[in-house]
Every structure is written in C-alpha cells, then in structure tokens.
C-alpha cells in the first residue's frame, strides 16, 4: 500500500474514532494536505480544494484543518509573523525556511542523537515535545542571487 493511501486509511480510522463523520471536505482538505508537502496556508489548501470542489468555503477549510489537527493528523506550523502553515508529517522533525523565498521543508531528525544531549535543557526538565526550524538562505536563492 502506499503510503500516500495508508495515510488515508489512518484519516478514515482516526475521524471515525474520534465521533466525527467522514465528510467529504474534509476528506478533501487532508488529501490537499498530503499532496502537497510545501506546508500550505489555510488559504493555499482553500485555493488548491476550491479547484476539485468548486462549493467549498474558507471558513469550512479553516474548520476542516483545525479538526485535523485537533484529532492528531496535522501539526500547525508557525513561523515568526507568517500566517500559520499546516503539515501532515507527524514523524519526529524539524523545519527549514528559507528567508528569501519563504519555502519550507522537512528536515528528518536523527533518532540516534537525543535533542537534550545538543542542547543544554535545565536538570530534571521533561521535555515532552519539540519544534525546532532552521533559517536561512536555500540553495535555489543562493543560485539566483549569485547570477543577479
């Protein structure tokens, strides 16, 4: 199976689990998310799930995703100011933004190293979660302003 499709079987089990029902826009608005792996805004997947389903409103996005991360199947993802941008991953990882052009990508963590041991967390601190993004400049802008 695909992972693409065990992800949607996880959807489908995880709705009905939680005693939502399976409605078709949000069936949709987690389909745009897995499609696309650049961490939309609520108004890119708006914008991306108008196309397939011309009915669907801005507010039901907003609601659709709230509800997706809700239930544990997206992450919010916040950069500084920016409007908040929304990621199926739930694997353990980090983020990298890219200042000039606003790109962000996954970066897999290393399941070897412990967080804790690369930074230096207070004694007896419990560290229960971690958000972690990198800034910079990608190699793509890197490439662009050096033939300017």
Known sequence: MSRHKSQLAGYEKTISHSGLRLTPQRREVYDVLL???????AAD???SAKQRMPGISLATVYNCLETLVECGL????NVEREATRFCPNLSDHGHIHCESCGNISDVPLVKDSALTDLLKVPPRFQVTHAELTLRGICPSCQSSTHHS
Do not use: K, Y
């Open 74 to 77: 997206a992450r919010q993802v």
């Open 35 to 41: 499609s696309r792996r650049d961490h939309p805004t």
């Open 45 to 47: 997947v708006f914008l």
